[in-house]
């Protein structure tokens, strides 16, 4: 259940995406020629093209490598070992084993087709997706890596130090989707060692194979990772598990998982870079849109137009991940509000949770980088953030819909009382038996009415008994309030914990008897249990009840609060005390211990009951457990205090017996009571003692926080005159370059805008926004071609270049371009000034005539 399903098939060649920009060659390069031919594995090729100009690459690339280098072509079929080329002005995407181009959907300047071709591979090819990212500018390739991480797929960059541009490599770093970083003469290696290790799919174990069946290295390393982070991967699929621990081996070099297991249990810093392996942290804002459409057209009105009188909505996004999710429930619920006559007063508060404390604070601090205008419209750009330089900021009233907490959704109570819970792609990476005990939590944590919003992969399965889908396509349900077929066990089995560390004895199917039973025996066996056999409870060694046996109301009532199965919190008045100490006995002695003419209040009078309390002692599926039968006397039979009948006499030695042992309980209960009274009463003068000390460290921390902050204070005063001097000292800069009358172009090391006058602005169309562009970005007037390559040189040389440029409305400049050095003699770019020579060429020209 809620497993992806890929169109990749066994006879389907395995792909790489690779991405780059023009400037990426080098790095292409390198990366093909140290490809083996023999891979069986075919590459696609992207790289940020001019639309206008002939494609050259597959020629290029040809010399470098033994494989056949071809353009892509439309339906044309993917053959292992083969390289394949995007066009110019095209968009490549991968369908089964076919190419598909289509033109660019975006202006030129605005398009992602590394995204576009590493997409189509993650849906596609699933787990057996790669993607690489080279040599680039901008942030192309980072949305598309994490859809390959997402689905388990392996991701490959370049590392930045190599890079002649190094933006996209550091954008796909920084956003934590790198599974390998090294230089592209490394990658090949490195990525083949990975295929090499991952299973081939004969003998492999499938996903819902517990791991401890599946491995027992498997299980170590489950084991280790709940030991150093408490989380329980038990219950996670075996598929999932693997495949994350082979990466981090690849990574190692660890060929055996018996090996890797080891290196676990003594290197804590790998437990916690596999535990954030495996918390798949991919999310991206208003994901699969046709569900947020469906949300805000009518499932988040029709939550507010139930008869309940709630103007207070309280939704949880389970696995929120870095907050894009919670966020976007938060935004589509300000633009269904929008449509509601003002004033109202509804409200929603959030609850977003997820188990990674990184992605928490990523969420928490709300920053997202410009690469989300691909998922955000302008619209909601505008109203919902703020932008800076380079990221977007979600605006303070959205961030004060939302609550981030980490939570462990397996180990840690719910959230209760919700309107709305989004669980989407979580429950994929769950077991089956994980996934059956998680969606009657929600059902319980859900008000009546309330909306169960899952992701493309998942549903709800067997319990449609618990919701009914609202639009089972979109993964929208609503909670059913009169659940039937059992769901008082759903329920039980749903509290946390989930995992298989919890109370519950479990008893090996291999165990039991199968042995053949006739069916006659069967039946009349149950009836016989179920009318004449006097009514019982199997108990576990903490207490809590496992099996009960016939009508046990009289005995036991549910306590009030948390469901607690607990033998000692259901048991009736009179029945506690006595149950205790016989439970105490029955565990030290070999034969079963009986209690009579126990007095037990019902609403239909006092009952006398006898009790018979056995503990399990040999090896069985019970062992360690205990049985507790009750007995109802009938009244003529209930011995009466005081006569001299054997039953009065049996029924005096019974009582007399039952407080004595309950004077005996007392006694060791005031013992144990003194005991641990004694110990912490040393506890409380021992920590009398450090508090002591600590407050004479906080005094001394105050006065050493006194003298700092006046320091610091200093400081600031002599910051703020500096600051003052630099604005100064702008101003005057900015009217010396404006009042020169010359077009004057300052560029960084990248050869991105630093700085420009009022007349370069003219020649090359700037704007304010584009401080920080790249110089190829901007279009200008003059006609020069070759202005970028003669920056470059003389970035490079040191060499000043001068040359005299016409412009497309008949007009000259001297254009001149030398380098910029700092006060401290660092080279940190480079200066263009344009000097307009248009009347002297005019005279000149005349002069000729």
Known sequence: MGDR????????????????????????????????????????????????????????????????????????????????????????????????????????????????????????????????????????????????????????????????????????????????????????????????????????????????????????????????????????????????????????????????????????????????????????????????????????????????GEHKLRAWVVGCSTGEEAYSLAMVFREVMDQFPQPHAFTLQIFASDLSADGIAVARRGQYPLAIADDVSPERLARFFTAHERYYQIKQGIRDMVLFTRHDVILDPPFTKLDLIACRNLLIYFGSELQRRLLPLFHYSLRPGGVLFLGTSETIGQFDNLFTPIDSRLRLYQRQ??????????????????????????????????????????????????????AAVVLNAEGDIVYVSGHTGKYLEPAAGKANWNIFAMAREGLGTPLSSALKEAAKAERPVHLHNLEVPTPAGVQRVDITVQAFHDPSPLRGMSMIVFRDLPPGKAGKRGGRTDEGRTAHDAELQQYRAEIESLREEARTSREESQAANEELQSANEELQSTNEELNSSKEEMQSMNEELQTINSELQAKLDDLALAQSDMQNVLNSVDIAILFLNQNLHVRRYTEKAAKLFSLRESDVGRPLSDLTTSLEYPELQDDAYETLRTLTPSEKQITTDDSCWFEVRIMPYRRLDNVIDGVVITLLDITETKRLEAALRE
């Open 5 to 308: 399903s890929f169109a990749s098939r066994p006879e389907a060649p395995r792909m790489i995406g690779i991405g780059a920009s023009a400037g990426g060659l080098v790095a292409l390069e390198e990366f093909l020629e140290r490809m083996p031919p023999d891979s069986g594995i075919a590459c696609l090729v992207v790289q940020h093209l001019d639309p206008t100009q002939k494609g050259l690459l597959p020629e290029l690339l040809q010399r470098v490598t033994a494989m056949p280098v071809c353009a892509a072509e439309q339906d044309m079929r993917i053959e292992p070992g083969h390289v394949y080329v995007i066009p110019p002005n095209t968009e490549l995407t991968v369908v089964g084993t076919t190419l598909h181009l289509a033109a660019p959907g975006a202006p030129r300047g605005m398009r992602l087709p590394v995204n576009i071709l590493f997409s189509s591979l993650a849906s596609g090819q699933g787990e057996r997706a790669i993607g690489v990212v080279l040599s680039g500018m901008g942030s192309d390739g980072t949305a598309g890596l994490q859809d390959i991480k997402a689905v388990g797929g392996l991701t490959a960059v370049q590392d930045p130090e190599s890079a002649q541009f190094d933006s996209m490599p550091r954008s796909a770093i920084a956003a934590g989707c790198a599974d390998i970083v090294a230089p592209p003469s490394e990658l090949p290696e490195r990525i083949l060692a990975v295929v090499a290790a991952q299973p081939s799919g004969q003998g492999a174990v499938t996903d819902d194979t517990p791991p401890a069946e599946t491995s027992p290295p498997l299980e170590r390393i489950v084991a280790s990772l709940q030991q150093r982070i408490r989380h329980d991967f038990s219950m996670y699929k075996t598929s999932t598990l693997l495949r994350r621990s082979e990466r981090r081996m690849a990574i190692h070099g660890v060929s055996a998982l018996e090996q890797y297991a080891e290196f676990l249990e003594h290197n804590p810093k790998e437990v916690e870079l596999l535990f954030k392996e495996l918390l798949i942290g991919v999310t991206n804002f208003f994901r699969d849109s046709a569900a947020w459409e469906r949300l805000a057209e009518t499932v988040l009105p029709d939550l507010l137009a139930r008869p309940t």
């Open 481 to 534: 309030d009169h659940a039937h077929k059992g769901g008082g066990v759903f329920l039980q089995h749903a509290f946390p914990p989930l995992s298989g560390t919890n109370k519950e004895h479990s008893v090996s199917p291999a165990e039991s008897s199968t042995r053949h039973i006739d069916p006659l025996q069967a039946e009349a066996d149950q009836v016989l249990l179920q009318v004449y056999a006097p």
